[in-house]
Every structure is written in structure tokens, then in C-alpha cells.
């Protein structure tokens, strides 16, 4: 299972890696956005990865070492959303394509 786990986790590393490098090549001929977005950008991937830390810390302390039933997780924007970790990775990934100023995302 751990074997699975790793090469599972080197593909998807190696993929998001040509990718990236794929939309760069695309995105070479391309002209600049006429509107600067890189600081809106920065305000979103610091806001992503503020939040998505803040709410997988509150899942790390949701059970003790030997406990092993199902919790549901109380704080942070749980009440409002199944899963607000994941809704700010999407925040950072929204803030790399500010940053990026192109619309390709790999």
C-alpha cells in the first residue's frame, strides 16, 4: 500500500511539473494583461494557504493518538462548508493563476 502511495504521489508531482511547463511554452507569445494582477494574486495565495492551514490544523487536533471513531470538526468556516480546507486550495490555485497573468492553468 505504501509503494502504491508514493508512486502515485511521484506521478501526479512529475505531471503537475510537465504540465506547468507546458503552459509556460504556450504561454510565451502571448501579450501581457493590460491590468497588473499580481498583487491581487499574492493577497489570494496568502489568504489560501492562511486558511487551508488554519483548518487542517484544526483537523490534526480533532482526535488523540489512540482514538479511532469519527468526529465531525467544530470552528473555522466547518459550519458553513463540508470542507474548507479544499475551498482554499482552490483560493491558492485561483491566486497562482493571478499571479501567473495567463489563463492556462495545468
Do not use: W
Amino acid at each position: 500500500m505504501i509503494l502504491g502511495s508514493i508512486t502515485f504521489i511521484t506521478l501526479f508531482y512529475i505531471s503537475a511539473a510537465a504540465s506547468l511547463i507546458i503552459v509556460q511554452y504556450l504561454s510565451l507569445g502571448l501579450p501581457d494583461p493590460s491590468i497588473d494582477t499580481k498583487y491581487i494574486g499574492l493577497i489570494l495565495f496568502i489568504l489560501g494557504i492562511s486558511g487551508n492551514f488554519y483548518h487542517h490544523n484544526l483537523l490534526s487536533k480533532l482526535r488523540n493518538n489512540n482514538e479511532k471513531e469519527y468526529k465531525i470538526p467544530r470552528g473555522g468556516l466547518f459550519d458553513l462548508v463540508i470542507c474548507p480546507h479544499y475551498l482554499f486550495e482552490i483560493i491558492i490555485f485561483i491566486g497562482i493563476s493571478f499571479i501567473s497573468r495567463t489563463s492556462f492553468m495545468g
